[in-house]
């Protein structure tokens, strides 16, 4: 199955999509192993990346998968740093994965209200 999606990594998450036609809106997976801490670490981890993945929802291209696999480091960061720190992360990764939907609609208005 991972071979049919692409890829992306930082040091904290991998983030790996799926194309999928069948779904409106995106899905996510999580994956978060005992290399990441105990049982309340790893739920912490959790519960931050999918509030994380809950912001950034909106903006994300319809009909994707998204499995997001924390690192070891991603339990030191959700420690440290919190929703922020997860959030820059995952919004990093959507990014360079290049899952965001065009510009804003406002951008939209005023570009094409520019050229009269």
């Not at 790893?42 to 909106?58: C, H, M, P």
Request: no cysteine; aromatic share 4%; charged share 25%.
């Amino acid at each position: 199955m991972y071979r049919q999606g692409r890829s992306i990594a930082n040091r904290h998450l991998v983030l790996y999509t799926f194309p999928n036609s069948s779904v409106a809106a995106p899905r996510l997976g999580l994956s978060v192993s005992r290399k990441v801490g105990g049982a309340v670490q790893r739920n912490r981890v959790k519960r931050l990346l999918r509030e994380a993945f809950a912001r950034a929802e909106a903006d994300l291209l319809a009909g994707q998968d998204v499995v997001v696999v924390a690192r070891p480091p991603a339990g030191e960061l959700a420690e440290q740093e919190g929703l922020a720190g997860i959030d820059a992360s995952l919004s990093e990764l959507i990014v360079k994965a290049g899952l965001r939907a065009g510009p804003a609609p406002e951008a939209e208005v005023e570009a094409g209200a520019a050229p009269q």
